[in-house]
């Protein structure tokens, strides 16, 4: 009698019965002629052993077959032979749905990286994905060792059987209503040679109306595109590399269109600026159509060279009246009003470190401080923090023990709290 077994079926035992409760005892299963069987067969039973399996062995929900040894046996030379991806049919990324989880795709890896939690020492939350055309896929830390190894950024993958569902998460790279879940019974096979119909790199440019509306709104990342006029002074951090060398506009044509994907909007003095996240990258001169719409309105500027910017540094005040200067009391900070006319002000404040948050790690030493008046929080930074410590950042990176996490105060950091 033939039965019609779909991508979705499962076994007939139940959760509880007595044929459950046999498959739960059993040690091997062995399966004969499995290559005259098709594979939602094999699926189905996968399904099912995960599910009667998963309250005795909480683990078993991840692991094939529920952790049961099966051996299959069979003449493969009874079977034709597979041809990987001929005749194959994918569904467009655009027409997919939360209807099933039984998608056969085609997609190539535009962007890749590790979404971590950075108040807790990195820790991996995700590894994240940008599909063409522009879909968000995310693979949970449980199964990020086993997929990772799977893929690499621009090819062409076949993936089928994952979880479509709905995006109502904040911090989204991509413009897209729906993003991807992998599963257990996901699978992943590379697709080789060049199909050009599948483009290269995909991004959702802001124009600047866009980019002022997003101010303190992480509901979306932006992606921006624009000329390259000036760059600040880069340190490279405790072999944190930077994505721009210093001297990186030596290595391209001029002028440099650079396009920086997945920031937040803040603005600092009256002025938007961006802010990277772990999904940013950076791109320079990209061979694509929305670089080259941006060189065609440039061909009647005069294009000068990339400018070097000087951090500007407030007046030198001797040390022996620096402690006294403009002082005020933590409750006096807390009023005063800030004036865009003046760009800086030097305030000095007399007060005790009651401890150090390491929220957003330890290059910019974030103090919880109090007086007799009040209690605040200071950031100190660059050559401040310098004369605090008594040390560079980058001299403190060197010293520290390579397995020193960002969320753990160096020694020399901790020894300023009661001070």
Same mark, same amino acid.
């Given at each position: 009698m033939s039965i019609n077994v779909t991508d979705s079926s499962t076994c007939g035992?139940?959760? $509880?019965?007595?044929?459950?409760?046999?498959? =739960?005892?059993m040690d091997l299963i062995i399966w004969d002629e499995a290559p005259m069987t098709h594979r939602n067969c094999f699926e189905a039973v996968d399904r099912s052993l995960r599910d009667i399996l998963r309250f005795s062995d909480p683990q078993s929900g991840e692991k094939p077959f529920g952790g049961k040894t099966i051996i299959l046996g069979g003449d493969f030379q009874q079977i034709l032979p597979v041809q990987n991806h001929i005749n194959m049919t994918y569904t467009p990324l655009n027409q997919i749905s939360t209807e099933k989880d039984s998608w056969n795709v085609k997609v190539r890896i535009i962007r890749m990286w590790d979404a971590v939690n950075v108040a807790n020492g990195n820790e991996l939350i995700n590894?994240?994905?940008?599909? $063409?055309?522009?879909?968000h896929a995310c693979i949970r830390k449980n199964f990020a060792q086993r997929f990772r %190894?799977?893929?690499?950024?621009?090819?062409i993958y076949a993936v089928k059987n994952f979880i479509v569902e709905e995006y109502r998460a904040k911090y989204r790279p991509v413009h897209n209503h729906v993003k991807l879940l992998f599963m257990s019974t996901t699978s992943v096979s590379k697709i080789h040679g060049v199909d050009h119909s599948i483009p290269q790199h995909g991004f959702k440019l =802001?124009?600047?109306?866009?980019? &002022?509306?997003?101010?303190?709104?992480v509901t979306y990342l932006t992606d921006v595109i624009g000329r390259l006029e000036s760059i600040g002074v880069i340190e490279e951090i405790n072999s944190k590399a930077l994505q721009i060398d210093e001297d990186f506009y030596n290595n391209y044509t001029r002028p440099f269109i650079v396009i920086v994907t997945s920031t937040t909007v803040k603005t600092f003095r009256d002025e938007y600026n961006?802010?990277?996240?772990?999904?940013?990258?950076?791109?320079?001169?990209?061979?694509? %159509? !929305?670089?080259?719409?941006?060189?065609?309105?440039?061909?009647?500027?005069?294009?000068t060279e990339v400018k070097e910017l000087k951090k500007e540094r407030p007046p030198i005040i001797p040390d022996k009246e620096l402690a006294l200067h403009n002082r005020k009391t933590i409750a006096e900070i807390k009023q005063m009003d800030w004036k865009p006319e003046i760009k800086e002000?030097?305030?000095?404040c007399?007060?005790?470190?009651?401890?150090?948050? &390491?929220?957003? $790690?330890?290059?910019?030493?974030?103090? !919880?401080v109090f007086d007799t008046t009040d209690s605040t929080t200071f950031i100190v930074f660059d050559k401040e923090a310098e004369q605090l410590? $008594?040390? &560079? =950042?980058? !001299?403190? =990176?060197?010293m520290q023990d390579e397995d020193l996490k960002d969320n753990m105060l160096p020694r020399e950091i901790e020894t300023i709290v009661s001070k």
């Open positions: 035992f139940k959760q $509880g019965s007595q044929l459950a409760k046999l498959m =739960a005892r590894l994240d994905m940008i599909m $063409g055309t522009l879909l %190894p799977l893929f690499n950024e621009g090819c =802001a124009d600047y109306e866009t980019i &002022t509306s997003r101010y303190n709104d961006l802010s990277s996240t772990s999904a940013t990258r950076v791109y320079i001169n990209l061979k694509i %159509p !929305e670089v080259s719409r941006v060189l065609d309105k440039l061909n009647n500027v005069t294009i002000v030097l305030i000095t007399l007060c005790n470190v009651n401890r150090i948050d &390491t929220k957003f $790690g330890w290059y910019k030493i974030q103090i !919880e410590i $008594g040390k &560079t =950042a980058k !001299e403190l =990176a060197n």
